[in-house]
């Protein structure tokens, strides 16, 4: 009896973060000669490698900069790539929602891992109504959690490559100290604005987690995720919510396209004619990372844009 109710219980937490663990027993390439091969689906996680991992993995990263996890479906070329590797890490939580068949199979035969899976049940954002099952996979908006993401990978690539273990150990505790300062850092710039100005208005519903750890009220058009359309009630619902707070400023995203966010512009200037609301100038990254060599091409980089973006146009007087 008690035998049935772990088993139940560990199968309710993997379908929960999608988890799978590091596959002991699976046989260990040679790596004498040549870098590790890493495959990962974003560009957020192509990061921790690279910090992780720094020169003894080779990088290849599926998803490039304003791509949409959501609706990302692999073309044969990603599935020649995922074949290559030695380790595949996605997100879970079912971001790559077109992509759990080519897990499934690579699964079988490569370390396939999501990053997800050291958060616990009680870390996750209960799902949205309609959408019960499901949880919310932008995780790497509270700096804290992808801290654990950087841990999946740490051990992910210890039980890949023993033999570097010190070296993947050394550079994911320096890793963990600075996003251990971004977070502090996110906490003294959000404390700029006013409690009351504290709304974020974005595409979708991507900065939940922000919202919960930095203190913000956070509505999406579209849910969680992209692959589904926004309705007509959701569109009601923000111009609602903009119109009876005054909400001064909403957000694109740089992996969404605006035609959404600007229908609810029109909608609030029928609606409340005194009510002045623009889109900012500046397009928050959600889901994709910016341009290699940009400041916003790192998770840093891309977490210090959205914060200053978010700082500067809600504490404008
Ligand atoms: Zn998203």
């Not at 709304?199 to 991507?206: L, Y």
């Not at 959404?260 to 397009?283: H, N, P, T």
Request: hydrophobic share 35%; charged share 30%; glycine share 8%.
């Amino acid at each position: 009896m008690l035998r049935y109710l772990i088993m139940g219980l560990v199968l309710f937490s993997c379908s929960i973060t999608g988890c799978k663990r590091v596959d002991e027993g699976m046989p260990r390439p040679d790596l004498s000669n040549r870098k590790a091969r890493v495959v990962t689906t974003t560009g957020m996680i192509a990061d921790i490698v690279k910090e992780v991992g720094g020169d003894l993995v080779e990088i290849d990263c599926l998803l490039g900069p304003a791509s949409d996890p959501h609706k990302y479906y692999p073309t044969s070329g990603d599935t020649d790539r995922l074949g290559k590797a030695d380790l595949i890490l996605y997100n879970g939580l079912e971001l790559e929602a077109k992509m759990g068949e080519v897990f499934e199979k690579n699964s079988k035969k490569i370390r396939t891992v999501a990053v997800a899976r050291k958060l616990e049940p009680s870390d996750l954002r209960t799902p949205e109504p309609g959408f019960e099952g499901t949880h919310d996979p932008h995780i790497w908006f509270n700096v804290k959690y992808w801290m654990k993401a950087v841990d999946a990978v740490q051990e992910a690539l210890v039980d890949l490559d023993p033999k570097n273990a010190d070296t993947y150990n050394a550079r994911a505790k320096a890793y963990q100290k600075k996003l251990e300062e971004l977070d502090r850092e996110i906490h003294q710039e959000v404390a700029k604005i006013d409690q009351k100005k504290r709304v974020i208005i974005t595409a979708h519903d991507a900065f939940g987690y922000f919202g919960d750890a930095y203190g913000f009220q956070v509505k999406g058009l579209q849910g969680t995720s992209t692959a589904t359309q926004a309705g007509t009630r959701s569109v009601q619902d923000l111009v609602k919510i903009i119109g009876e707070q005054r909400i001064p400023v909403i957000f694109g995203e740089t992996s969404v396209p605006d035609a959404g966010i600007e229908a609810v512009l029109e909608a609030v200037a029928k609606q409340y004619k005194d009510v002045k609301v623009k889109l900012c100038e500046e397009r928050l990254f959600s889901d994709a990372l910016g341009e290699p060599g940009t400041p916003e091409g790192t998770y840093i980089g891309m977490v210090r844009h959205n914060v200053r973006t978010i700082v500067n146009a809600l504490s404008a007087k």
